[in-house]
């Protein structure tokens, strides 16, 4: 689509005006009507209305001229269609003639003048295939193209490679998605349940892999990003039980295996004392003493022996052996906390299934045990925290806490959080709200039918829509449709899924983990991924992974 002005300036425009608006004034009267007056003497009634509005039209172009409101310019616009086969080429020009005309345009299509009109078309032609007459520089404002559609970024601009991903659009252009605005990567993932947030998730944690030494940490609920982990050679932890019924695979942690390093020592000593606080001891600088002094000798015990169990034999107070006691085994949340050994893998992505923890008593020990260790695998690498169905965060005061902090400290470890909830009134109703709000550069809202409703529109204004973007969201496919708001500009856009990413993505259902259970024994973790594919009937994916170059060696 070519638009080519050629401007005349003001001496050469005033003599074409003058001529044509003197051409249709003269055409007001037939040369029969001229004689006619001339010979009775009386003026004609009538006169070619057409010609005397034109001749008008003329008159006026002439007044906007010659008070600089408006130039002229002779101006050709040109669509070019082309094939290698004649009746595609010809089908392409229908559909092109069919977009031009639904906008009250006419189209005409090229025969003898098909040379002339492409030369016309091409930069630096300014001869060939002029059109006549002259239009206003008004007019031609809104008919070239000035503006366009937001594609997105070329790349992620923060780690100078390609986008996260390409979404499809209703256009032709694709849409380029990347989670970085400067070097803030936190993104905000808000729609209502089944409209999608999982499979978007998935996908991110999926191509943010794609990135040299990235890893990924995603505290999911539902196993929905269980098949995509696994997929990756991840290691999926089960933290409730609510997935794998406490089987064999299930999590133990082992928080005091490291305390012979004096600030993993101090931490432990920490986080033991907020356990005996939420069980109602009061920590004093006795109790901190006692805490101290236990840990010591404990961390001069064999690694196995560096328990929750152990360390509350060495406690000299029978009242904190008392506080410790649902924390070690026999214990309520002794499966959890007290191991001999950790389970914990080194694998690049980690999934923490919390559907069974969040709300529990072990909770905030758990989570803040965890946070630790991922604080510990912030070393500068690319690194992606997933955190979905965060509104049961924003209620647990631990984790909430935490997500304020990643949220404000992150971005100077190379890492991104991606927040996921299901309605804004979650968040806005959070302590935290003015942490997601500012640190959050880009916003993914998903299609919600009641966007429109009074009370859900007046928090969609308050987190920056106008009326426009929440119509959009009101009338967008849930499931199909995602609207990406940032600073850099917004866009409406769909993930166009192949069967192969839906298999690794859109596993969340009760029967898609039992499968994944079934397939995990017979073939093991190695195995899950070509096994998966053959079970979600995408076998000839499974074929071509043993022609893949990019993978990478097991650990």
Same mark, same amino acid.
């Given at each position: ?201 998935? *996908? ?9 030494? !990235?890893? #990924?940490? %995603? +505290?999911?609920?539902? /196993?929905? &990003? ?109 499966? *959890? ?9 080194? !694998?690049? #992505?980690? %999934? +923490?299934?919390?559907? /069974?923890? &969040? ?129 850099? /500009? ?66």
């Amino acid at each position: 689509w070519s638009t080519r002005a050629i401007l005349l300036d003001k001496t050469d425009a005033t003599k074409l005006l003058t001529r044509i608006r003197r051409q249709w004034f003269a055409k007001r009267k037939s040369i029969a009507a001229i004689l006619k007056e001339v010979m009775t003497n009386e003026a004609s009634a009538l006169v070619d209305t057409d010609a005397a509005n034109k001749a008008a039209d003329a008159d006026m172009a002439l007044q906007e001229l010659g008070a600089d409101y408006a130039g002229h310019a002779y101006v050709t616009a040109t669509v070019t269609v082309w094939d290698a086969d004649p009746r595609t080429a010809d089908e392409k020009l229908r559909l092109v003639e069919k977009v031009i005309q639904g906008r009250d345009f006419t189209a005409m299509s090229e025969t003898i003048n098909a040379v002339d009109a492409w030369l016309g078309s091409l930069p630096g032609h300014v001869y060939a295939n002029v059109r006549q007459p002259p239009i206003s520089t008004l007019n031609l404002a809104h008919m070239i193209p000035l503006s366009a559609v937001w594609a997105g970024p070329e790349g992620d601009e923060h780690f100078g490679a390609p986008p996260l991903l390409y979404g499809k659009t209703e256009g032709s252009t694709p849409f380029r998605f990347s989670l970085h605005v400067g070097d803030v990567g936190h993104t905000l993932v808000v729609g209502p349940t089944g409209a999608g947030k999982s499979v978007l998730l998935a *996908l991110i944690a999926l191509q943010f892999r794609r990135y040299p030494d !990235a890893q #990924v940490f %995603a +505290f999911d609920f539902g /196993g929905s &990003i269980r098949a995509a982990a696994l997929a990756m050679r991840g290691d999926w932890h089960d933290l409730g039980g609510s997935l794998t019924d406490g089987a064999a695979s299930s999590v133990s942690l082992q928080p005091l295996a490291r305390v012979h390093e004096t600030h993993e020592r101090a931490w432990a000593a920490d986080w033991i004392a907020a356990i005996l606080a939420r069980e109602g001891v009061t920590i004093t600088p006795e109790v901190k003493e006692h805490l101290w002094t236990a840990l010591t000798s404990l961390a001069s015990a064999p690694i196995t022996e560096r328990t929750l169990t152990g360390l509350a034999v060495l406690l000299q107070s029978n009242d904190l052996k008392q506080a410790l006691r649902p924390y070690c085994v026999g214990g309520a949340y002794g499966r *959890l906390l007290d191991a001999e050994g950790e389970q914990l893998g080194e !694998a690049a #992505v980690q %999934a +923490f299934e919390t559907e /069974g923890l &969040i709300g529990g008593g072990a909770a905030p020990a758990v989570l803040a045990y965890l946070f630790h260790r991922i604080g510990d695998r912030l070393d500068g690498r690319p690194t992606l925290l997933i955190v979905d169905e965060g509104w049961l965060a924003l209620d647990d005061d631990g984790f909430a806490a935490q997500l304020r902090e990643w949220l404000k400290t992150l971005r100077k470890k190379n890492a991104s959080v991606v927040f996921a909830t299901q309605s804004l009134a979650d968040i806005d109703g959070s302590a935290i709200a003015p942490a997601i709000i500012e640190s959050c550069q880009t916003r993914l809202l998903l299609p919600n039918e009641r966007a429109i409703e009074p009370q859900i529109t007046a928090i969609y204004r308050r987190f920056g829509l106008n009326d426009r973007q929440i119509e959009i969201l009101s009338r967008a496919t849930p499931k199909r449709d995602y609207y990406c708001q940032s600073r850099r /500009g917004n866009r409406l856009f769909e993930l166009g899924l192949s069967e192969v990413a839906l298999a690794l993505c859109a596993a969340s259902s009760k029967t898609d983990q039992a499968a994944i259970e079934t397939i995990l024994a017979e073939h093991g973790r190695d195995g899950f991924l070509p096994a998966w594919l053959r079970a979600c009937d995408v076998g000839w994916a499974a074929d071509l992974i043993p022609d893949l170059t990019n993978l990478e060696p097991k650990p």
